[in-house]
């Protein structure tokens, strides 16, 4: 009987319950009452690994050709209701298999002095040269009541890496390329009451990057019950722009009728303040064919609006509810800010008609510790991170960002290029990029969608130039309020160049002042920028052991320094910006070395922890208006007594003077954009600079020369969690000495122990070269710190972690987690 095959799930043998999306969660869809209802199916998975060129390894899937042979039949014995998966991993998602992986170097390594292909991904074993760990394959169990039938049911996959294969019930609902676009499966003719067999294949044998990109489902997935009537995904779109001191918002709505008959249906519009308050309102009507699209449009006004900036986020929700007759058959909220935004050739880049200069960051999906499956919490503590250090800006490098990652940038004023991942017209690129600006096109934090990074093969010239205008053409019929960009290291002014709205500079900053002088029509910005390679904690090159020195020199031929670029952008007002590579490092790339045994870059201004390097501290200094004296190196240099050591001072005052061991070395005056330096000879004891500003002194900063480790100190980015099992802490380990001096050259093993109800999700410690597990429970610091990510269960009550190190006193920290409300 069909309509017994709609429904609202409930919970599920696997463990997973549907609800409503809580009412503070900032997802574009989210669950009012009832028709509408979203869930997220991030647990009860199991979890095993596959074989991308062996059947018999692979669950028979390919087995005697019958792939497709017939509906739902032999299709691969994972996918079986009866099929025993109690010997698969449990796993939660967001999943990246890859990290649990080894680090593996190239059996064929190049000759000394040329790069090894294989740091590119950071040595671990995908790709077809591995067929036994390029696959993955995730279980689960759906319960399907009789509830609630009718209901039209799909699922929403905001991503997984790479290849795709969805089976429900042992049939393919779907197949997907791309990992990183998300996609939608109509479930609603395959699913049936009780237990349905969600199976999914991953096969990570092809990238798309040349970069660490992860393997699995590493976003999440998704339940999404509706009425037949209903705005399908994406379905509603608000541009709305201040009008004196109100705002102006053309709204369209799409409504679909997945069923026979025809109907007349009606749309009711609200917008709502972030008071709850109702500021506008209206209403349309139309008719929709038996299974047909139609879509309505309308204007709302009001007369006082509160705009959406880097400082005042202000987010509005609108509203649809969709009626046929009295009956209400959808309730679709969607966010939205009020703001205007324009890059200006000569002046640069404008918010609500104010000069803002972007201060951005390019950042990979990949943490240390959990890879490229980033939790939500997490996303949103290293865009704190970022903006801790000055950011107001983030370009999501080189493919669409997770949902999430934008909701927050909308909710913490962070400004956004959004990037489609490849290059190129045909179809399944356009597709990739139309579904990109779908998604995102309601997000205040988008200024720009960028079509491309760095094609050498195609930016300079006249087939660069016709790929390039076919998908400008398709980003200005789905949105005409935002301009195009792409961003180039050469050929500038040919190919590609005069082809999209904004032009972005990969570093070869030296080439701006040229480029805007022969083109003075065009915005530029710097779309990445600096490079500097750094290794946290080290002060001498040391190639043997894969170091590179924290001082603010060491960088690629094609790059610069932080304090190169960043001088030149921020004395010309024609640059609207840049985005310095990276914010964080990252696995594979590790250049300069790319070459085993490193494993992760050197580009980031936080190491792969989002522990700071010194140049975090450089830009802080000059992007923040807070008083601020940062002195490095430390002073740790027993095994170079007598010897000069370079001391350099990152400050915003008016001057600095260095002592050491109470003697003054003399004051210097602090030149804007610049970072002061001194030779010093070093003894044993404490350097120390003082600041002063406006004629006031500033408290002293020290670095002491440390005793050997005595202790280990644990903090917590937040003590008070979700038992939700998706909200996490971020744990750091700090080692200190007798007299709770840092000991910045520390290497201690230290092992996490968790009582109550968490667990440790990954731990990290910023060292490029590390061949550690992300997944464990014991972490060497590196040069005296190291990191767990505490992630909570569905049980409330006390966490209490220690940190232990063998003959060091342990650290200890309780945490409180509550019931989710």
């Keep these: 009987m069909r309509p017994s095959r709609r429904g609202l799930f409930r919970l599920s043998a696997a463990g997973a319950a549907l609800s409503a999306l809580p009412a503070a969660a900032v997802a574009a869809e989210t669950a009012g009452p009832a028709p509408r209802l979203r869930a997220r199916l991030d647990a009860g998975w199991r979890f095993a690994l596959g074989h991308a060129q062996d059947p018999a390894r692979d669950f028979d899937f390919g087995a005697d050709q019958r792939t497709y042979a017939k509906a739902g039949m032999r299709v691969a014995t994972a996918a079986a209701a009866d099929f025993d998966d109690s010997g698969w991993t449990a796993v939660q998602l967001p999943h990246d298999w890859a990290i649990d992986l080894p680090f593996v170097p190239n059996p064929a390594p190049p000759p000394p002095g040329e790069d090894d292909p294989k740091a590119a991904h950071g040595f671990k074993p995908l790709g077809r040269e591995h067929p036994a760990t390029s696959v993955g394959w995730y279980r689960r169990t759906l319960d399907l009541p009789e509830a609630l039938a009718g209901r039209r ?90 009008e004196g001191e109100g705002a102006r918002a053309p709204v369209e709505v799409t409504l679909a009728n997945q069923a026979d008959p025809d109907v007349d249906g009606r749309v009711a519009l609200s917008v709502i303040d972030a008071d709850g308050a109702t500021v506008a309102a209206g209403e349309v009507a139309t008719r929709l064919p038996g299974w047909g699209e139609a879509t309505v449009a309308a204007t709302l006004a009001w007369d006082r609006a509160r705009l959406w900036s880097t400082t005042a986020p202000h987010l509005y929700r609108l509203v649809a509810e969709v009626r046929v007759g009295d009956r209400l058959t959808d309730r679709y909220e969607q966010p939205f800010g009020v703001r205007t935004a324009v890059f200006d050739a000569a002046r640069g880049f404008f918010l609500n008609g104010q000069p803002l200069k972007l201060l951005g960051a390019c950042c990979h999906q990949d943490h240390a510790g959990v890879g490229a499956a980033i939790p939500d919490r997490l996303q949103v503590w290293r865009l704190e991170q970022l903006k801790e250090m000055g950011c107001n800006a983030y370009r999501a490098s080189h493919n669409p960002p997770t949902p999430e990652l934008l909701d927050a940038c909308d909710a913490m004023g962070i400004l956004v290029i959004d990037e489609t991942r490849r290059m190129s017209s045909d179809r399944a690129a356009l597709a990739e990029l139309e579904t990109l600006v779908r998604r995102d096109r309601n997000h205040p934090s988008v200024i720009a969608w960028s079509i491309g990074n760095e094609e050498q093969a195609i930016q300079g010239n006249a087939r660069g130039a016709r790929i390039a205008r076919t998908m400008v053409r398709l980003v200005r019929r789905l949105d005409p309020t935002r301009p195009t960009t792409a961003a180039l290291d050469q050929s500038f002014g040919d190919g590609v160049s005069p082809v999209v709205d904004l032009l972005g500079f990969n570093y070869r900053t030296h080439l701006m002042e040229g480029y805007h002088a022969r083109v003075p029509t065009q915005p530029i910005y710097g779309s990445e920028t600096g490079s500097t390679v750094q290794t946290r904690g080290e002060y001498i090159r040391d190639d043997a052991r894969h170091i590179v020195p924290a001082y603010d020199t060491e960088h690629p031929w094609w790059a610069s320094t932080a304090e190169a670029w960043w001088t030149l952008a921020a004395e010309r007002p024609y640059i609207a910006g840049g985005f310095i590579w990276t914010g964080f490092d990252y696995r594979g790339e590790p250049t300069p070395f790319n070459r085993w045994p490193s494993v992760a870059s050197y580009f980031g201004a936080m190491d792969s922890c989002g522990f700071p390097k010194d140049n975090y501290w450089y830009y802080r200094a000059w992007w923040r208006p807070e008083p601020l004296v940062h002195l490095f190196p430390h002073w740790n240099w027993e095994d170079r007594a007598g010897e000069t050591i370079p001391v350099w001072v990152h400050a915003n005052v008016d001057r600095v003077e260095l002592f050491l061991n109470g003697r003054s070395l003399g004051a210097k005056d602090v030149v804007r954009n610049r970072h002061l330096a001194w030779d010093v000879v070093w003894e044993p004891g404490v350097i120390e600079a003082r600041g002063t500003l406006n004629g006031r002194a500033l408290p002293p900063v020290r670095r002491e020369t440390a005793g050997p480790a005595a202790r280990l100190a644990l903090t917590a980015d937040r003590t008070r969690l979700t038992a939700d099992r998706r909200d996490l802490a971020m744990l750091k380990v700090e080692v200190f000495d007798a007299r709770g001096r840092p000991v910045p050259r520390a290497a201690v093993p230290v092992t996490f122990e968790v009582e109550g109800p968490g667990r440790i999700l990954g731990v990290g410690n910023g060292d490029p070269t590390s061949h550690e597990p992300d997944r464990a429970s014991r972490r060497l610091t590196f040069n005296g710190l190291c990191q767990a990510i505490l992630q909570t269960t569905t049980d409330a009550g006390p966490i209490r972690v220690v940190a232990t190190a063998p003959g060091l ?3 200890r920290l309780t945490l409180q987690s509550t019931a989710e409300t």
């Design 153 to 242: 049911l799909s699922l929403e996959f905001d991503g997984a890496f790479r290849d795709v294969v969805v089976l429900l019930n042992g049939f393919i609902v779907h197949e997907h390329e791309g990992g990183y676009t998300p996609f939608r499966v109509d479930i609603t003719d395959v699913a049936q009451p009780g237990p349905n067999v969600l199976t999914v294949r991953v096969d990570a044998s092809l990238g798309e990057g040349w970069f660490y990109e992860g393997a699995g489902l590493y976003r999440h997935v998704w339940l999404t019950a509706t009425d037949p009537v209903h705005i399908p995904q994406w379905g509603v779109v608000v541009r709305a722009a201040p």
């Design 809 to 811: 006193r342990p650290g």
